[in-house]
């Protein structure tokens, strides 16, 4: 069941497939300073981008007319292209017009991108800090993962476990550099 936040003084809504992208971005948005919550800006994940069309009715212009924002994985990109296009807010969306209307694309997902903008070293800081460091070892052992780029077993690893992205993904926000965020997840924050 998707929750759907309060939005009764809400001015803007960013949309995000899951609960561990809603985490990063509330966690970059406090790194900035910012009180989303203040600011009237809801962050709702969607439970996946197979339901944008439900929350573009909800939030959008047929609906409450928010101003509104997303954040997709690169696998996803055409959910909410042909969403964005069925609300009549876009015809023939290129990546570049997707994000002139607030809506960015991850490669490959939120994970990825944070992966590659830390590095591999300080991601095994925030699993150490998890308390996964050494699960992550005996998961490298694996016969399928052995000799595989680090970046690929970090995101793997990352999302093997339940829970363990919306445990990650604060943690890794806030051991990013600001000058080395993410496009997707900067753009997405400063849309709104």
Wanted: charged share 30%; aromatic share 4%; proline share 5%.
């Amino acid at each position: 069941m998707i929750e759907i936040p309060d939005v009764a003084a809400a001015r803007a809504a960013i949309l995000v497939e899951g609960e561990s992208d809603r985490l990063a971005v509330v966690a970059l948005a406090r790194r900035h300073g910012r009180d989303l919550d203040a600011e009237g800006v809801v962050v709702v994940p969607m439970g996946g981008s197979k339901n944008i069309n439900k929350f573009l009715d909800r939030y959008g212009p047929v609906g409450l007319d928010l101003r509104l924002a997303g954040l997709c994985d690169a696998g996803e990109a055409g959910d909410f292209r042909r969403a964005l296009e069925r609300a009549e807010l876009g015809r023939d969306l290129s990546r570049a017009s997707m994000e002139r209307l607030g809506f960015y694309v991850c490669e490959d997902d939120l994970e990825d991108e944070l992966i590659r903008a830390l590095g591999p070293d300080r991601v095994e800081g925030v699993l150490r800090q998890l308390g996964a460091l050494d699960p992550f070892r005996t998961f490298q052992k694996q016969p399928q993962w052995q000799g595989r780029p680090i970046d690929d077993q970090l995101r793997r690893f990352i999302g093997t476990a339940s829970g363990r992205k919306a445990l990650a993904a604060p943690l890794l926000v806030e051991a990013l550099d600001l000058d080395r965020v993410p496009r997707p997840l900067d753009g997405v924050l400063a849309h709104v």
